[in-house]
């Protein structure tokens, strides 16, 4: 999945941030602790008129998800 | 009186629309969500639906996720509590919504430890997507303290924990189309149904406690993991038997026949 890599200063500027009515930013950090964070194409129209139109301009990148916590075990 | 819905349809309240209903498309309306007039219909009709079976006051939050945008499916079809935040990355759609898989769940703001009773408790979840994924709903801060569903993990099984997963209840799964429902009734009875069936059955006592915090839909707060299945409802609320798991079941794919999304 390719999503936009973020810096921890821009994670921390939009994380949990309203950037519509009931829709609001969660970021993830990669098997290397990277943040990402995925747009739809209707989310990139309304953040194209938007404070955070910054973040469609950050480099995009395929997301390796770290291995999950071992809950629930496997059974 | 007449309530002016969103795309222009006024809807009366009387004999023929319930109040409870009429509520809910002016939550809907005030968020910035419109309706159809089919989705007006459906909904009106599961309300009464559900109140003639007696299931209505078992709810605490169901989300009909109908009106194609955050801010309708955001709404709680039984009262004004319990309004939802969709975080991450989600399609909102006629047919329902859609996590992404990685970044994606709606906070349902129903914190578990206010809200829910450990011996009489249930979750459910309608799919339209077949797919393997990790928890698509609940809360969890490890095996003792979870409320979740798992509808098809990777290794083909799928699952209910309330509120112990010493006490889970799971079987196979090879499709995670349908609608799914977890429901314990007591301490030591819980059970999964999909559709009409009844999957699997716990009858080991519970030990487990409950979360202080809230459910999520389309992930599991906590250690968060993320679910991919499109919902086309979601409901939170007390235990129900067998009786009241069929009648669930019924009024709920009426509600989706009637929008054509039916699995």
Sequence with gaps: MIGYKLTTTQKEDIQGKEYAPYQAFNCVQDINNIWFTFLTD????????????????????EYVPPIPPPFPPTI | MSIRIGIGLDVFSGPGIDADAVAFFARVTAAGGTLSATEITAINKLVKDM???????????????????????AQNLISSSFTGTFFGGWTFASSGVTPNGTNAYMDTNLNVLLNISITSAHLSYYSRTNSA???????????????GLILKRS???SEVDMFSDISEAFSTETDSRGF??????????????????????????????????????????????????????????????????????????????????QI
């Design chain 2, 180 to 261: 799914y429902l977890g429901t314990r009734t007591s301490n030591i009875n819980l059970k999964f149904f999909k559709n009409l069936t009844l999957k699997a059955t716990s009858v080991v006592p519970d030990t487990g406690n409950l979360y202080n915090g809230n459910l999520y839909v389309g992930a599991v707060n906590g250690n968060i993991q993320y679910g991919n299945k499109e919902c086309a409802l979601a409901s939170i609320g007390n235990g129900l038997t067998n009786t009241n798991a069929t009648d669930l079941y019924t009024t709920v794919q009426a509600f989706q026949t009637t929008l054509s999304r």
């Design chain 2, 133 to 147: 994924s990790n928890w698509d709903m609940g809360v969890t801060q490890g095996t003792s303290t979870v409320m």
């Design chain 1, 42 to 61: 209707e989310d990139k129209l309304i953040l194209v008129n938007s404070n955070y139109k910054w973040l469609l301009d950050c480099p995009q990148a």
């Design chain 2, 155 to 157: 290794t083909g099984l």
């Design chain 2, 51 to 73: 109140k003639a079976a007696g299931i209505w006051t078992s709810m605490k939050a169901v989300y009909p996720m109908v009106g194609a945008s955050a801010a309708a499916c």
